[in-house]
């Protein structure tokens, strides 16, 4: 059923894939790195009451935590995808 880049057939027969799928399962490795980041951002906002994280650094010694810097980052990143929608 499904076939790798040279041509052969795979061992993920359409059984495999269904199991897969009940279980849930993100086929798209960027999907899947939302949906983390998403969580993450759940986690952020419900302990600090807002998505305003940190930014990298406040120039007074800032944030220096890699996980909030990454945070930080994907944040940005969303909101500059939403203006580019818009504009």
């Not at 406040?58 to 500059?80: C, T």
Request: aromatic share 12%; hydrophobic share 30%; net charge positive.
């Amino acid at each position: 059923l499904y076939s790798k880049n040279d041509g052969t057939k795979s061992d993920l027969t359409a059984d495999r894939v269904r199991l897969l799928n009940d279980l849930g399962f993100i086929w798209s490795r960027r999907t899947n790195t939302w949906n983390e980041n998403f969580q993450r951002l759940v986690g952020f906002w419900k302990e600090h009451g807002s998505c305003q994280v940190p930014m990298m650094d406040d120039g007074n010694g800032g944030n220096h935590d890699p996980e909030l810097i990454s945070l930080q980052k994907w944040v940005a990143d969303q909101r500059l995808y939403y203006k580019r929608q818009i504009a």
